[in-house]
Structures are given as C-alpha cells and as structure tokens.
C-alpha cells in the first residue's frame, strides 16, 4: 500500500497543489465573490469536491447557464465546453426535445410515489439496448445504483468479497472507498475518514489490465469472492481502455468461479455505443449499473441484470433496497427524449470522429511542442495524461504530471476551453460539438503548449515555431471503437 493518493476521483483530485496563483486565477471577479459567499454555508463552497477546483488551483467559476457544447458564467463570459456535467449530457447542454420532454412531465406533476408508465417505457428501451438488463431498478444516482448492486451480489452468492480494480470509481460507496494497492491484491484499506476497516476488508484491489492479478485473489478467495466490478473502459483514472482480452477473461473466470460479472456502466453506458461496452466489446456482464446519460441531466440511477438475480429484490425477494423519488418522471421523460434521439440519430461514428480530430491534433502539437502527453480515448471520452509513459492502470496513470496539467488547464481555460478540472477524469464531446468548436480547443492547444514551453522548459533547445496546423478534417479520421 505505498499511495497516499486518495482513490475516489473528487477527493484524490482535492489534495492540496502548490499551483502559481498568478497562472492559476482564471476566475472572473463575480465568481470569486460568489465562491467566498458559497463557502460561508457550503462545504469548501461546493456540492461534490472535485468542482472545488483542487487539483487545478484557483478559483471555481460559477455557471449561470448553457446551450449546446457552451456555458456562460456569472462573469458573462463563455466557453467551450468539455466537462459536460461529467458525462450525462451526450447531446450538450439543454437541448430543445429533452427540456420539451421535461418540462410536459413536469407540468403533469412533479413526483407521485406510485408507479408511473415513464418508468417501464425508459426500462424497456434499456432494456432493448442492453439485453444483459432483463429487470432493472432505477435509483437517484450512480452512487445508489453500485451500492445496492453489490448488496444483491453478496445476498444472490452467500459470499461477502469483491474484486474492485485500482483507479476505478464507483461512486461514494463505502466498501469501495478503498487505497489503490501498489501491487497486485490487497484488501481494502479505507480511503476516506468515516469507512470502518471491517467494512472494506471484504473489497479486494487488484491493478487494472491485470489478469494475473484476479487470476492470484481467486485463486486465494475463490470461494468467498462474489463478483467482480469493472468500468469496462475507465474515466475515472483518466480513460484507459481495456487490453484486448481482458475483459473477457473477467467473463471466463467469474463464471469458472461462480461470482458475478458487474460493468459499472455509469459513463460507458449509452456512450461508447448505444448498447454501452458491453455491446462495443461483446462481452456480456451479470449485472450492469448505469447513470448519467439515462438521466438526460437529471438525477438518475439504474442497476439490472438477469431476471433470476434481480427478482431477489424487494418485493420480490428479500434484498430491501427502496427509493422516494426513485422513477422520478421528469428524469424518466428527460432519459425516455435522450434515449429517444440518440437511437434514431445514431451519433455514435461521428462522435468518434470529431473526438479522433481532436486526439490526433493534440498528439501532433504534443511532439511540435516537444510536451510528451498521452491522449486515451475511449469513443467520445479522452484523457490528455502529461506523461511520456503509456496509461494503461492506475500506477502508469499516476506518472502524470498534475502540475502541468493545471498549467494547462488555466491556459485553456483563459482561452475559452472549460475542459474537467482534475487530470485524472475525462473530457466529454456531445452531438453539439461542431468543428468550429474542435478548431477553437485545438488553436487554444496550440498557445496553451506553447506557453508551458517557455514556462516549464526554459532550459530546452529551442523548438520549431509552430506551423500551420496539419490537422486531418473529420471525414478523414478513422473511428477508434
Ligand atoms: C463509473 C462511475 N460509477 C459510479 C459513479 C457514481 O455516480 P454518481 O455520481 O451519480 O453517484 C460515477 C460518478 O462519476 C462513475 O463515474
């Protein structure tokens, strides 16, 4: 156990930086006055730690509003947006149909505690989507979606432990609130003040892309370990994606073993694909979470699986697990529009070309610059990784230099580019994004880079001016996934 690095993505992204405040403030004045208010009755000014601005330094904007692939803060000032509420907004920001959509369930009534013919409608169309969902349950958010996952997991096996991978994140649940080992199993130690050790000693960590690693903890624990929890491709170190076979070894020894399969598909979902990675990678889990864009931007949640695994569930069977505002039918009718669109326009290839666009362009001024980065990308989702080692698991990831990266981050900020402020998240592209927008980020790449050479690497030989950009137009980009 040698990181001290904290594992759930907000709060590893919180630890204290030493970042030049000068290079740092990108704030406009009304944000800064308002973040000083927000921290009188708020925790640290903010809902969820990683919006803090932690691991970038400096001031967090406050957004007044958003259309399309760009927001606008209080300090009128807009920018292009790739952070896209982390994910659920595949279709950018407010989009005409979906705030339709939300806005006719809202009039008919708000929440009525009973059931409602949004919810089987939105099951059904998951359920077409992902086959692997036969019965399903929707939640309020991701969090609750894994949280009650795992509890059917251990009540369906009679067995307690879990396999997570280092780097993955599965919302704020306490079992999974776990240090990253440093090598191949361990048992969880807890990653945040309040998770009793008991509780995560039955989470084992093991490295993503390792094999050797799961094959090791089942072969020590085969007969307690009761699934396996998986982002199929991460976003929550930074994209990785999965070396070829991996997940389906994941499919072959569970199965060997008896334990579940579980895809977290809380940001793959409807992403990657319309089936999500499970149908990008043919490879079908037991259960599968899902939340973000099933939501349309609401508040939304989901977990399913097999009909024999799910009809454990209360009031079926005897694993409680219940929700007031559970169905909720403005999230329903915001996901039933989202889901609605994105099947009859099918966005997908053009999503992978315009994000391939924007990868390539940033690996071509990376070596202009003479600024190694990785760029991982998984379809729409890309990390850019300000390091020369290739990402592929949460100790490679960790060679990153988060330093740089909110150099970088403030520069693309001053320039108009709202990318996640934490470098190990992914950056989000939706249907709104146009390639007026992917020239804009990548001309911002271009001074951004340009100005952490002269900062960073004064001592460097000198670099080729930067020419014209040679970038390959999107119809020429071959997809990634
Ligand atoms: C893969 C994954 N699982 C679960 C969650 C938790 O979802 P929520 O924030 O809706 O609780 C997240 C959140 O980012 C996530 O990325």
Known sequence: MSSKVIQKPEDRDSRPTTHDSQLTQSAGPKSIKLFEKAQRVLVGGVNSPVRAFKAVGGTPLFIQKAKGSQIQDVDRRWYTDLCLSWGPLILGHAHPRVVMAAQKALREGSTFGAPNPREFFLAQMISEALPSMQRMRFTNSGTEAVMSALRLVRACTGRNKVIKFAGCYHGHVDALLIKAGSGATTLGIPDSAGVPLAWTQETLSVPYNCPEAVEEAFARWGKEIGGVIVEP????????????????????????????????????????????????????????????????????????????????????????????????????????????????????????????????????????????????????????????HVVTDWESAKTADTQRFGQFFHHMLGQGVYLPPAQFEAAFLSTAHTPKDIEKVLQAVDKAFEKITSVWEKKRPAVPAPSRSKDVSPRRVPTAL
Request: hydrophobic share 45%.
């Open 233 to 388: 491709a991460t976003a929550n170190m930074g994209v990785v994606l999965p070396k070829p076979g991996f997940l389906k070894f994941l499919r072959e020894i569970t199965s060997r073993y008896k334990a579940l399969l579980i895809f977290d598909e809380v940001v793959t979902g409807f992403r990657l694909e319309y089936g999500g990675a499970q149908t990008a990678f043919g490879i079908e889990p037991d259960m599968t979470c899902l939340g973000k864009i099933i939501g349309g931007g609401f508040p939304m949640g989901a977990y399913g699986g097999r009909k024999e695994i799910m009809e454990n569930v209360a009031p079926l069977g005897p694993v409680y697990q219940a929700g007031t505002l559970s169905g909720n039918p403005v999230a329903m009718a915001a996901g039933i529009e989202t889901l609605s669109l994105l099947k009859n326009k099918n966005p997908y290839a053009h999503l992978v070309r315009l994000t391939t666009w924007l990868a390539n362009g940033i690996r071509e001024r990376s070596l202009r610059f003479g600024i190694p980065v990785q760029v991982n990308q998984a379809a729409s989702l890309l990390t850019i990784f300000f390091t020369e």
